[in-house]
């Protein structure tokens, strides 16, 4: 960082996933080196979502994070926090005692809870938990998976659905060259899953997957991808759509296919949702109920279930049905959209309520747990606009404290603060344990991540 | 010969940005940006520049006859999308 910072906007951003990256490249590029940022992460590792959510058989994704560091350091006044929870080790009215704005880019990192009984049986996990644990996400590298059975069944049909069924299914080999956590690359080497099903509770038309994820599961080897041609039989189809061209063509193709002989199954199934998780102890079964379509007079498809319902029998049940925010305490949160009120971006004191002087949000927990990197990267831009409009008009609170008191603070109520340079050193230290076969090799526990900090401490 | 974008592609539109000839879509300032799965690259504009390639940061761009194996159904689906375009 250079020169002290008499004169500058003093930001504060709490999150360090795409939203809060791009955030920071967009308020250098409009205000270059009169802006400072403080990034704040309760992780020691920068990434968000883009390192403990995106699959690792698809880590070149992870890319963006390397080049919006860079945009976001190339003001020279950038600062990054790591390990440091706000609502924990400090708080939402101490970060804005220091600077001008404090921008909220947190995510949404809790899933929506399966409403069935039977959900919280062990072996019945949700996607934000499994996926964290086969991603080595320090909150969920010790879950409890049991791969002991012959079939999963994953409820949703979104991405996330898809990414869970795909790393369950693919082999070993195809596992070895990715960034997977070693714990879950060593407990699917010795899965005995041969079948999972994919629920989904409307029809193959509303699937929320896009068509490159569902075109990729055909590339799997040793694999079939199995669509009852009945399922496709009646489906109203928007011809209109390049999308929807594309996937219908993709499920027939599916559909049409005879499959490989003692292949692994994976089985797309439409119009069904779960009523209850079945099992004593633990996950033994799942019983499904059939749904048929009705249009709503707002013009939406809902699934209403019908009369008939089966049971599949299963050890692991995972649910991908979306996800959650949970804002710290002192901020309003909408519970019923599960974002933090805004208009544009400007946080407001409660849905349609009047805006916060200096307090705006960002991707995920701004819009709702909904789009791909590359979204957040407009949703930045917008944030970023409002914020220096309210700086131009002379609307943003004069913080009480100077800047220079921020870092001893933060020492002060977390002595394991992670520096940039410290999750640099994470950062080479997991992609040198990779040695060339992966990408990295993950550390996956705060106090090795901390171990590897301390080292150029 | 035409550059080609693949599956991976994460909607950033950096691409978009250093185009010099507009055929990469849909852009960001189009409605279409919004709900589109990917972008994609008009094989009868594109002149083959590479600028788009060297500055997609996670490299889902590539010319049309190197294409990975496991993206060759690409080709077909970027021009797909424009002649989708031109019918309707
Ligand atoms: C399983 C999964 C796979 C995905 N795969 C893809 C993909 O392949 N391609 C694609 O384009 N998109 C993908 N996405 C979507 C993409 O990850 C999101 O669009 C994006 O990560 C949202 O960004 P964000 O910055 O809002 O939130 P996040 O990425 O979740 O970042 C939030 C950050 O805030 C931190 N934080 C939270 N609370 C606090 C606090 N109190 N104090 C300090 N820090 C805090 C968290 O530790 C985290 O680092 C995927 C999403 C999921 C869930
Ligand atoms: N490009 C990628 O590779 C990639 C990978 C992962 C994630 N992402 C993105 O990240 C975002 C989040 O993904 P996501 O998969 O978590 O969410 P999502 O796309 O919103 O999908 C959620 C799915 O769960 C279903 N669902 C919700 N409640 C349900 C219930 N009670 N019972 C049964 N099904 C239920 C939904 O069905 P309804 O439609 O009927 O509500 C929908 O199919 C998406 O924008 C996604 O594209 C992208
Ligand atoms: S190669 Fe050049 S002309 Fe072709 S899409 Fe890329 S940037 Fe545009
Ligand atoms: S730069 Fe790459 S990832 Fe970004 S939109 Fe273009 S092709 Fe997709």
Redesign the pocket.
């Known amino acids: 960082m250079k020169g002290d910072d008499a004169g500058a906007l003093r930001v504060a951003i ?9 955030t920071a490249a967009e308020l250098v590029r409009v205000g270059g080196q009169d802006v400072q940022v403080n990034m ?4 020691p ?11 690792p058989d ?1 880590a070149d ?1 992870r890319q ?1 994070i390397d080049v919006y560091e860079k945009l976001a350091r190339s003001g020279g006044r950038f600062r990054f926090h790591g390990n ?6 400090v708080s939402h009215a101490e970060l804005l005692a220091h600077h001008h704005a404090v921008i ?6 809790g899933s929506r809870p399966l409403d069935v009984p039977g959900a919280n049986l062990s072996g019945c996990h949700p ?2 938990e499994f ?1 964290g644990w086969y ?1 080595g996400h320090p909150d969920h590298a010790d879950l409890p998976v049991s791969l002991d059975c012959e079939r999963a069944v994953v409820i949703g049909n979104g ?2 659905a898809l ?2 069924a795909r790393i369950l299914l693919k082999g070993d080999d195809a596992l070895v060259s990715s960034d997977i956590a070693a714990h879950a690359r060593e407990a699917l080497a010795t899965s005995r899953i041969r079948e999972v099903c994919v629920l989904g509770r409307r029809g193959p038309a509303q699937a929320a997957f896009t068509h490159p ?1 569902l075109l990729e599961l055909g590339d799997l080897e040793d694999l079939s991808v199995q669509v009852d041609p009945a399922e496709l039989a009646s489906v109203d189809w928007r011809s209109d759509d390049f999308a929807s061209t594309l996937r219908k063509a993709t499920l027939e193709t599916y559909a049409r296919s005879r499959g490989v002989p003692n292949a692994r199954r994976l089985l797309l199934r439409f119009m069904v949702s779960p009523i209850e998780v079945l099992g004593r102890s633990r996950v033994e079964g799942l019983r499904l109920v059939r749904n048929r379509l009705v249009n709503t007079s707002e013009g939406r498809v809902t699934a209403v279930p019908g009369e008939r319902s089966d049971v599949l029998q299963t050890g692991l049940v995972v649910h ?1 049905i979306g ?1 959650r925010g ?3 305490q002192g901020l309003p949160f909408d519970a019923v959209s599960g974002v933090i009120p805004n208009r544009g971006g400007r946080m407001l004191d409660g849905p349609g309520g009047k805006p916060r002087a200096g307090q705006y949000v ?6 709702g ?8 990267k407009l ?1 930045a831009r917008e944030t970023v606009r409002a914020l220096m409009q309210d700086a131009a008009a002379g609307g943003l609170p004069v913080p009480v404290r100077g800047g220079e008191s921020f870092s001893p603070l933060i020492h002060a109520r977390q002595p394991d603060v992670v520096s940039y340079r410290g999750w640099k050193a994470v950062d080479r230290f997991e992609r040198q344990r990779g040695q060339g076969v992966r990408p990295r090799e993950k550390l996956t526990r705060v106090d090795d991540m901390l171990r590897v900090a301390r080292s150029v401490a | 010969m035409t550059y080609v974008i693949v599956g ?5 539109a950096v691409c978009t940005e250093v185009c010099p000839v507009d055929c990469i879509q849909p852009a960001p300032e189009a409605g279409e940006f919004a709900t589109t799965e990917m972008l994609y690259i008009d094989p009868d504009v594109c002149i083959d520049c590479k600028a788009c390639a060297d500055a997609c940061p996670i490299n889902a761009i590539y010319p049309a006859e190197h294409l990975p194996d496991k993206w060759t159904a690409y080709r077909e689906i970027n021009a797909a999308f424009f002649r989708q375009r031109m019918r309707s």
Not at chain 1, 40 to 43: A, F, K
């Open positions: 709490v999150g360090s996933g795409p939203a809060a990256l791009y704040i992460d309760r992780l590792t920068i990434g968000g979502l883009v390192r403990a959510g995106v699959a698809h994704r963006v440091v929870e706000v609502g924990r080790h909220y880019a947190i995510g949404a990192s996607s934000s996926v991603n991405n996330v990414d869970v994820e991908a996800y949970s804002p710290p960002v991707g995920w927990i701004k819009r747990p909904r789009g791909v990197i590359g979204s957040n949703c | 991976s592609c994460v909607n950033d």
